[in-house]
């Protein structure tokens, strides 16, 4: 999501991928929510990075980085974040993530092949992860999903 309010703000994250299996780099958008506090609400679906939009950090500026970074997460929003890769090269990935966005899912397409799909806080979990299942099983995609709220989890 392009911002262009003045309370917007990129803040770097670095952290360890399961999914690329390396010490990566994604930078995110976010609102102001107290500079002072160094409090900021994430308004991006990450690509790579365990977090959801809306959750609230703590970063701060960093001399090393020469940007202000991600420290640690104040709240969670509850909204969870799935990564999907199209497997299947035939099929257009702006169906599948219609598929998803029919389901109450908002996603961001990296490329032709990968997208990072938010369920909001006040999704059920069960029909979407089935919808994933049903795909991954059929050899169309693959996902992983990197961060599950406490109320997407499941057994």
Wanted: glycine share 4%; net charge negative; proline share 3%.
């Amino acid at each position: 999501m392009t911002q262009t309010k003045d309370t917007s703000v990129k803040i770097l994250f670095r952290f360890f991928s399961s999914v690329l299996d390396q010490w990566t780099v994604e930078t995110m958008w976010a609102d102001t929510v107290d500079a002072d506090k160094g409090l900021y609400k994430l308004d991006s679906i990450p690509f790579y990075a365990p977090f959801a939009s809306e959750d609230i950090v703590f970063a701060e500026y960093d001399e090393t980085e020469e940007r202000l970074t991600y420290r640690k997460t104040v709240e969670h929003s509850g909204n969870s974040t799935v990564q999907v890769v199209l497997l299947d090269t035939s099929m257009d990935i702006n169906i599948i993530r219609n598929t998803f966005k029919d389901l109450g899912c908002i996603s961001e397409k990296l490329n032709d092949q990968y997208f990072a799909m938010e369920i909001p806080s006040g999704k059920e979990y069960a029909p979407i992860r089935h919808k994933l299942t049903e795909l991954e099983d059929t050899g169309i995609i693959s996902y992983a999903e990197p961060y599950l709220a406490k109320n997407h989890w499941y057994d």
